[in-house]
């Protein structure tokens, strides 16, 4: 949405907070009602608000169950007009992007973009209201969520969200959209995108899913996303390059320097130094050690004297050197022996 239409659906939110409230008569049930749900302060639990007002936290719940009822009633009778212009815009945006969402994005989608807590606050209040609208109540496994109440309630959409989850644990690595969408009953990718991204135990990178605890799609420190940009770029990359793709990457937090990607490179084992700060990963075949290793390591496999040509070939298939590097280490190495015209063995064989 363009600022004007944010600022109105801002505006119209406020006053469809003002209308819900002026539809509850006694002002202890206002002060219930608007703490509870944080409309104009912090959100508070019913022990701060039976302690404010000298009731019990049961009687505070119960409260609060009574007053929702009624004004669910009130809601479904079109006494609240107000609240109409707001359900309407929000079915339109979740209609266009997977039928839910979860109330952050959909909050930064429609008002300000920074997706603030009272702007989410209403958001979650309307939706509590609305007989259109279904809230998925956050526990440890979901987002708050706002859906469509047309295509299911509570229950169903958390049972969809769990088939995602379920359909990756079951892969067990990372799978794009459309690929997990081929393994789903959805009637479009963004539905599937929409459902997992409800799922605090899913995350994902640019259109690859996978559970949050894997760094492949949710990496949490500087060696977990040199290790995604590699994989990415499926070859070896200068440590500079590295530190520029992770700048120019979606990842939070990606403001890092050049010298600590080096640090963290020479660290890991999972990174192999290949050539001068050349590095790739480890799973891609790379021998690790210097120059001299991985010759001593090709003439070890070949089981005979090799033609320098010959090994400067192996060699150059594990590691990015130059081959007068190659060369100058059969000469100049006690550990080599050349036994005929420009052909070598291990000198202690």
Do not use: C
Not at 125 to 136: A, D, H, K, N
Not at 161 to 190: F, G, M, R
Not at 282 to 295: E, M, R
């Amino acid at each position: 949405m363009d600022d004007q239409a944010q600022t109105d659906m801002a505006s119209s939110l406020k006053t469809a907070v003002s209308e819900i409230l002026s539809v509850i008569n006694q002002e202890r049930e206002r002060e219930i009602i608007t703490r509870r749900f944080g409309l104009f302060d912090r959100r508070e639990t019913l022990e701060q608000i039976g302690e404010l007002l000298g009731i019990t936290r049961e009687r505070v719940r119960q409260l609060e169950k009574a007053i929702l009822t009624r004004l669910k009633t009130s809601a479904e009778a079109g006494k609240i007009p107000a609240l109409h212009d707001v359900e309407r815009t929000l079915i339109r945006d979740l209609s266009a992007n997977g039928r839910i969402g979860r109330i952050t994005e959909v909050t930064n989608r429609l008002v300000d973009g920074q997706g603030t807590p009272h702007s989410r606050s209403h958001i979650a209040f309307v939706g509590e209201l609305s007989p259109r609208l279904v809230i998925i109540t956050e526990n440890d496994n979901y987002h708050h969520a706002i859906a469509i109440a047309e295509h299911g309630d509570e229950k169903s959409y958390r049972g969809r969200i769990d088939d995602v989850v379920k359909t990756i644990k079951k892969h067990a690595q990372p799978l794009s959209l459309t690929d997990l969408d081929a393994q789903l009953n959805h009637e479009h990718p963004s539905h599937v995108a929409a459902h997992a991204s409800a799922s605090k135990l899913l995350a994902h990178l640019d259109d690859t899913w996978g559970l949050a605890k894997w760094p492949t799609v949710n990496p949490k420190n500087i060696r977990d996303k040199i290790y995604v940009i590699l994989a990415a770029n499926g070859k070896p990359m200068h440590f500079s390059d590295i530190a520029s793709a992770i700048k120019d990457s979606d990842f939070k937090r990606k403001d890092v320097t050049t010298q600590a990607i080096h640090n963290e490179l020479i660290k890991d084992k999972r990174f192999v130094l290949i050539g001068r700060g050349i590095y790739a990963l480890d799973s891609w075949g790379f021998a690790k050690g210097t120059v001299s290793d991985i010759i001593v390591d090709v003439l070890k496999q070949a089981g005979q004297p090799l033609h320098r040509d010959e090994i400067v070939k192996r060699v150059l298939e594990s590691r990015q050197v130059k081959e007068t590097t190659i060369l100058l280490n059969l000469q100049s190495k006690p550990e080599f022996k050349r036994v005929a015209k420009a052909t070598y063995e291990l000198a202690n064989k």
